[in-house]
């Protein structure tokens, strides 16, 4: 029976083992900022925040970004954030855990336990960020528009339950177009059988 079940327990071996490691790494870096003095926004939420910008503007409204926003108002510690204003109105705080990474994290985890053709993994890693990193932005900016446009209304739901299940939704069918059509595995082995 433990031999029927040894690719499972494989991969799940090999999942949480690559995703615990670059969790610790990306909780290192986090740490070096959010524990600086005084404590910044790191790089990659400000990268985000400032993809922000650019969607705003091509949305039509002024977007400007308050870098290091967090020092403006009395914090929890190791919480940094950048401001995102719309229209000279807040919209919303762009945190560490707002950036997509942790979500990142997971994919790319599933992605090599699983395993497949190296050229596949190449192309598709990257694509899937992608794909992610737009999704994370729609995201925000939809939470943002909450905020500007309906004085918040529902950003409570918003961003605890609806979005946050339609980033998971969105992983969840990388994950099965990785395992069903782009791994190489499930090719391979129909061609066998046949």
């Known amino acids: 029976m433990l031999k ?7 991969f799940l071996v090999k999942f949480f083992v690559i995703f615990l ?10 740490k070096s900022y959010d524990t600086a003095d005084p404590p910044q926004t ?3 939420t400000r990268f985000v925040t400032y ?6 503007n091509m949305m ?12 403006n108002y009395r914090v929890e510690d190791e919480t940094t954030f950048d401001g995102l ?8 705080s762009v945190e560490e855990g707002c950036n997509g990474i942790s979500i990142m994290l997971l994919f790319v985890a599933f992605v090599i336990a699983f395993g497949g053709k190296l ?9 899937g960020l992608l794909f992610i990193h737009l999704a ?9 528009l909450l905020n500007v446009e309906m004085g918040g209304q529902a950003f409570h739901f918003f961003h605890k339950y609806f979005f946050t299940a339609s980033i998971y939704l969105a992983v969840l069918l990388l994950w099965y177009l990785w395992a069903v059509k782009f791994s190489g595995k499930t090719t391979a082995k129909k061609t066998k059988e046949a």
């Not at 490691?21 to 986090?30: E, F, R, T, V």
């Not at 993809?51 to 705003?56: D, E, K, P, S």
């Not at 596949?120 to 890693?125: C, E, K, T, W």
């Open 4 to 10: 029927e079940f040894k690719p499972t327990i494989l």
């Open 21 to 30: 490691a670059l969790s610790a790494m990306y909780g290192q870096y986090i």
């Open 42 to 44: 790191d790089p990659i």
């Open 51 to 56: 993809n922000c910008v650019g969607a705003g």
């Open 60 to 71: 039509g409204y002024e977007t400007m970004v308050l870098e290091n926003d967090h020092l």
């Open 85 to 92: 204003l719309m229209d000279g109105m807040n919209a919303i």
């Open 119 to 127: 050229l596949n993994l190449v192309i598709f890693i990257p694509a």
């Open 136 to 144: 994370n932005i729609g995201r925000l900016m939809l939470l943002s």
